[in-house]
């Protein structure tokens, strides 16, 4: 199978140090990944390619880079799959964290923001004899979260870490669901908490990147929303999303559509809008780009009640259990 | 025939949305039987407090265009998608299924897991068909350079999409932008986030999305964007001066919903579509094809 592929280079040591495109013309096999055209070219062309690979197997996590602009490991994307007749296959080093060499990425970012939300048990009371036990159903929910290989690819593809290297990210905050989910752990509040504040679990703007991009079904995103409906139950709900959450939920119950005046009145409070909304609505007004003032509800308002209050029927009688 | 389901926002904050739409669906000859009694989605917002509750709310809108026996037309990437992700828990998995036919057996409601979700864009291109489109062009945008702009729910993710089925609608909007006689801007941000999700929660960085997508186009020598997602247009086209201002140049990009795009083509009137009402003016691109808004 013929191949070119355009490979995004970068030599810190090389005089005006600058990235630059390289294409390589392969003949590879039917079977072959981006992984094995690259290791070609180093072991057969360009001893000087630099890239990061270990178990060729999709476990280690070390090869993920972008291959036609998303992210994926190298060894479990197959050529045939990313290859375009109309043009190279573009590979370049994975994104959001800084270039070493070619397809090495300095992953410190990745591993810092990790650490920073505790990434181990923290037990109390007695300790066991041998291990502590957890059932397996307990466990169930953090099966495919306990299946991150920590390979960076929702990290480089995340949409909030591209504007704001102050948020938490994807991969830390899947790590963190991890543990606020096992019954083992005696921090579960204590994490929310600190998840709660600024440049935690608020802060993913659900772009669903890290789900598409994850190559172990992790899904990060999917446990961001599960962490902010946690926090919103432990009590955690003085946060503006928390806020907005609630608000955005009491406008559906009560009109069954949403009511865009009366959803920053509810989030915010009327007398702690930010004042930073007064010229966007200013400006929208004066071209007749305004919601109704009086929202009107839809015909079968009364129908879509029924069901929260079924729900908040429930809820009463789970808390009284 | 199609269960319309037009969201929250073609009426709201977009009002110029729902007409444009309309519109050019009678153009089009796509006949709509709107769900009235349909509830919002839950924007993927509900269902941070409550995935339950919004499978189950969805569930029911599923339900009533099942009883129609018609698929279900969106007219917004949000909609599209939190409704597509829905359908995709709803119909894997039939314990959850049964469990939320609980919810809904009080109203007389039974959702079998048969209803179809489109957005007019995909319908545009899998069921209108390009000939079509094509031939009710009056008014060819030649000249014109437009970047597309979808939407993260309309593309992510892949699965409840099914975009491994429907590999063209992940170039969809190239093949209308191309079918209506524009040049298609392409950008590495068309399919990346406009930051509207994050707005209430902080607006700094939402307003640095906007400022790096309308840039990047403005950059590239863009008419303007367009987009099937009407939060998408809010936030590029409501917080472009915000953007603009963040960072300290004048972008000036006018962003258009995707039926307003259909509709010059097809010779309506600018006002008619409501072009006056964004926030970016539009008058250099209607200057461009010589019409007035």
């Known amino acids: 199978m013929d191949t070119s592929l355009a490979i995004k280079r970068f030599d810190p040591e090389a005089e005006n140090a600058k990235p630059y495109w390289q294409e390589f013309s392969l003949n590879l096999e039917q079977s072959a990944t981006v992984l094995d055209a690259l290791i070609m070219i180093r072991e057969e062309i360009d001893g000087s390619l630099a890239l990061r690979c270990s178990c060729r197997s999709a476990i280690c996590g070390s090869c993920a880079m972008r291959v036609n602009g998303k992210a994926v490991l190298a060894c479990k994307t197959r050529i045939e799959n990313v290859s375009d007749n109309s043009r190279p296959i573009s590979i370049e080093p994975a994104g959001i964290m800084p270039v070493i060499k070619d397809l090495v990425v300095d992953m410190d970012l990745f591993w810092n923001k990790v650490k920073e939300i505790t990434p181990w048990l923290e037990t109390e009371g007695v300790e066991p004899k041998e291990e502590y036990i957890a059932s397996n159903e307990s466990m169930v929910n953090l099966a495919s979260v306990m299946n991150c290989i920590m390979c960076g690819a929702c990290v480089s593809d995340c949409t909030v870490l591209e504007v704001d290297p102050a948020f938490i990210g994807p991969a830390a905050l899947a790590k963190a669901y991890r543990f606020v989910g096992d019954p083992r752990d005696s921090k579960n509040k204590e994490r929310l908490e600190v998840l709660d504040q600024y440049s935690g679990i608020w802060d993913c703007t659900r772009c669903m990147e890290c789900v598409e991009v994850c190559p172990k079904d992790v899904a990060p995103m999917d446990r961001i929303m599960e962490l902010r409906e946690k926090a919103i139950q432990t009590g955690f709900n003085k946060t503006t999303g928390a806020k907005h959450a609630e608000a955005f939920t009491k406008i559906i119950e009560h009109s069954g559509s949403l009511d865009e005046l009366k959803l920053p009145i509810k989030t915010f409070g009327i007398l702690n809008m930010p004042l930073n909304m007064l010229p966007v609505g200013l400006r929208a007004a004066a071209k007749g780009k305004m919601p109704p003032v009086i929202h009107p509800s839809i015909p079968e308002v009364e129908k879509v009640k029924r069901i929260f209050d079924k729900f908040e029927e429930e809820e009463i009688e789970n808390q009284e259990e | ?293």
């Not at chain 2, 007409?19 to 509900?46: H, K, M, Y």
């Not at chain 2, 509750?53 to 909609?79: Q, V, Y």
């Not at chain 2, 031939?135 to 099914?162: E, T, W």
């Open chain 2, 1 to 293: 025939m199609y269960a319309f389901f037009p969201g929250c926002v073609s009426r709201g904050g977009c009002p110029e949305l729902y007409p444009s739409a309309v519109s050019v669906c009678q153009r089009f000859n796509i006949e709509l039987v709107e769900l009235t009694g349909a509830s919002c989605t839950g924007a993927g917002v509900l269902q941070e407090k409550n995935q339950l509750l919004g499978d189950t709310l969805n569930a029911r809108t599923f339900a009533m265009a099942e009883d129609m026996d018609l698929p279900i037309m969106t007219i917004c990437s949000t909609c599209q998608g939190v409704m597509s992700q829905a359908n995709k828990r709803l119909t894997s998995d039939p314990e959850y299924l049964s469990k939320v036919n609980t919810y809904l057996a009080e109203e007389g409601l039974e959702y079998r897991g048969t209803t179809t979700i489109k957005h007019l864009l995909w319908i545009l291109v899998e069921d209108v068909g390009l000939s079509t489109v094509k031939s009710q062009i009056k008014r060819p945008l030649n000249g014109l350079r437009i970047a597309p702009f979808y939407g993260c729910y309309i593309v992510r993710p892949s699965d409840a999409l099914d975009l491994q089925d429907n590999p063209e609608r992940e170039t969809s909007l190239e093949t209308i932008i191309t079918a209506l006689g524009a040049e298609v801007v392409d950008f590495e941000g068309k399919a990346r986030c406009c930051g509207f999700p994050l707005l209430t929660i902080n607006e700094k960085n939402s307003v640095s999305m906007v400022a790096k997508h309308t840039s990047e186009v403005k950059d590239l020598g863009a008419d303007a964007m367009v987009t099937p997602c009407p939060l998408c247009h809010l936030n590029l086209d409501g917080y472009q001066p915000a953007a603009s201002q963040q960072s300290e140049s004048d972008i000036d990009l006018p962003i258009i919903h995707l039926p307003q795009l259909l509709g010059l083509a097809m010779g309506e009137d600018p006002k008619e579509l409501g072009l006056q009402k964004h926030i970016v003016s539009t008058k250099p691109l209607l200057d461009k094809i010589n019409l007035a808004a």
